[in-house]
């Protein structure tokens, strides 16, 4: 079936009337007609009954028409969508590490997932470096960074949310029933440490002298396994906040460090390319959420 006859046969249905069809279409009655016999014979139906003055469809007509209304609106969307430059589709990768800041970039994305299905959402976890390397490379579009970090290099968004580090512990420990956690409470606990912030020596002012006295028993990439070893023994563990998750936290607490101690929350991308169609809108929309 070619869209220019669906287009003729909607006229007629629309017209009852082969004349004023052809009239409407600015082809001559002859023609018209020679093409609908010719699309009832490809479709081996009968598709109009024809009286004296007017044209009435079959069964099959009917379905025909509700048929070709979806198609020929579909075709006209589409190509308005190309004209008008608003077709959005692809893959937008995005690397992160654990962050309370994830939750207003997974809504951005979700948003543009349920408005665009034809886009895909790729997620990368791991650390800061990692993360930057992967950008580097061009294997992910952006990469979301905690911490203090030259950012010159890059385009970048700051995003409100802000990392408060703080301990993991057992409900039923001593250190629970404090509002705040302060370097002299960790002296000697064997503590489990993101391996990411103990490369930059995140804690190194924080605790200051009393370094040599701290029992760094392990380091983690990513929380989940941490906090099952924290549920399981005597261990502690340093995170962020927001990043107990619900199915395994029943047991344990977050306390914060006093003094606070906390980190921003950045999201970047390279300078100086011609970002993809998704890419520019879910720039556009997270710019947006910050408002």
């Known amino acids: 079936m070619e869209l220019r006859v669906l287009r003729y046969f909607l006229t007629v249905a629309q017209y009852q ?12 009655q002859p023609t018209l007609s020679k093409q609908l016999s010719d699309l009832e014979t490809e479709l081996g139906a009968k598709l109009f009954t024809r009286g004296h003055r007017q044209i009435t469809l079959t069964q099959e007509g009917e379905y025909l028409r509700t048929r070709a ?5 579909l075709v006209d969307q589409t190509a308005a969508n190309i004209q008008s430059d608003q077709v959005i589709t692809g893959r937008l990768s995005i690397g992160a590490g654990e962050s309370v800041g994830m939750k207003r970039i997974m809504k951005v994305v979700s948003e543009i997932i349920q408005a665009y299905p034809d886009v895909k959402i790729h997620l990368i976890s791991g650390n800061a470096d990692e993360m930057e390397t992967a ?12 911490g203090k970090r030259d950012l010159k290099k890059y385009n970048y968004l700051n995003l409100p949310e802000v990392n408060t580090w ?5 409900k039923n420990d001593p250190l629970a ?41 392990g380091t983690f990439t990513l929380v989940f396994n941490a906090q099952l070893m924290v549920n399981q023994g005597n261990t502690y563990m340093i995170i962020f906040d927001h990043l107990i998750n619900n199915s395994n936290s029943n047991n344990l607490v ?31 929309r997270l710019t947006a959420s910050l408002n």
């Open 17 to 28: 009337n082969m004349t004023k069809a052809a009239h409407e279409l600015l082809v001559s």
């Open 69 to 73: 209304r979806e198609i020929v609106q």
């Open 135 to 146: 950008l580097k490379h061009g294997t992910i579009d952006f990469a979301v960074l905690m």
């Open 166 to 170: 703080g301990l993991v512990i057992k």
């Open 177 to 217: 029933t404090k509002d705040v956690i302060t370097p002299s409470d960790l002296i000697g606990l064997p503590l489990l440490v993101s391996e990411q912030a103990l490369e930059e020596h995140t804690f190194q002012e924080w605790w200051g002298n009393l370094d040599e006295k701290m029992n760094i028993i």
């Open 254 to 284: 977050f306390r914060p460090l006093s003094p606070a101690l906390t980190e921003p929350t950045n999201i970047i991308w390279k300078k100086n390319i011609v970002q993809s169609k998704v890419a520019q809108l879910f720039i556009k």
